[in-house]
Every structure is written in C-alpha cells, then in structure tokens.
C-alpha cells in the first residue's frame, strides 16, 4: 500500500483479505485514521463478536513457537514477526537482518520446514570465503589487462 494513510485503502484490503485476523487488523487501520467511519465500525463490531463466540486461542501456542524459524522477526525487532508471509519478516541468524522472499517464508520460514534452511543450519557465509571462490575473469577484448604481479 503506496499511502498507509488513505482509509479508503484500508477498508477495501480488509474486504479483500479473506482472513478475520488480518481484516480486523485492516479495519483498526481504517479506524485509526477515520474514527468515525461506519461501515468500517459495523464490520469490526461483526468480527468481534463472531471471535467471542469461537473459544479463544492463546496469544501464542508452544505448536506455533516451535513450528516457525526462531530467527524470523521485524527489522528493528527481532523478538516480533507477522505470522504470515510478509515484506516486514527478515531473518536475523544473518550477521546483518536481511529481508526474506515471501514465497521462501511460506515454504521454511514459518513452518517446521525452517529446520530444513541452509541459512538455518549454518547461518551466513563468511565474506572471505565467497571471496575466494569468485572465479577470475579474463581481461576484456582489446584491452591490456593489468599485470599484478610484484615486480
């Protein structure tokens, strides 16, 4: 989402979503920026009151925990993670967070697979040792390549 202050934005993702979680999450975001928006409003009252009536679930279960990658988490925050695949996820086993492929998360990052990630078991390769098995390219046509040789 281009403007994150654009509540009509909002409210057309939270109908779009397919998700209650991530809709009522859309739908607090409408909120936030038109306190007074109806429809938004009754839509939130609905799912609220739909999740009352389900048993509720524990903020985070030990099967969730031990499911995903315990390296996965927010740029700045590396305890916290959208349980999702999402462009804020990064893994942090790197020396330096990197952003993760949402399709690399859905498939490792946030499932027991993670166990199978090469970034998982071994974690980041050191730069010296890429550095050595870059291969040599030759000298470009038609230009003298450098003599580095001690003299």
């Keep these: 989402m281009?403007?994150?202050?654009?509540?009509?934005?909002?409210f057309q993702?939270?109908?779009?979503i397919g998700d209650p979680e991530r809709e009522i999450?859309?739908?607090?975001q409408v909120l936030k920026i038109?306190?007074?928006h109806t429809a938004a409003l009754a839509r939130l009252a609905a799912l609220r009151a739909?999740?009352?009536?389900?048993?509720p679930e524990p903020e985070e279960s030990p099967a969730w925990t031990e499911a995903r990658c315990q390296y996965v988490g927010l740029v700045n925050d590396a305890q916290s993670l959208a349980a999702y695949p999402s462009p804020m996820n990064f893994c942090h086993r790197?020396?330096?967070?990197k952003?993760?492929?949402?399709?690399?998360?859905?498939?490792?990052?946030?499932?027991?697979?993670h166990q199978r990630c090469l970034v998982f078991q071994r974690g980041e390769i050191p730069a010296a040792q890429t550095a050595r098995e870059k291969p040599v390219l030759p000298p470009a046509q038609n230009k003298p390549a450098v003599n580095r040789s001690p003299s």
């Excluded at 999450?25 to 607090?28: D, G, H, I, R, V």
């Excluded at 952003?99 to 697979?113: K, N, W």
Aim: net charge negative.
């Design 2 to 10: 281009r403007n994150t202050h654009d509540a009509a934005a909002w």
């Design 13 to 16: 993702l939270a109908a779009l």
């Design 25 to 28: 999450f859309c739908l607090e």
């Design 34 to 36: 038109d306190p007074t």
């Design 50 to 55: 739909n999740q009352s009536q389900t048993s």
């Design 94 to 97: 790197l020396d330096k967070p």
């Design 99 to 113: 952003p993760i492929r949402l399709d690399y998360q859905q498939q490792y990052c946030l499932v027991p697979a």
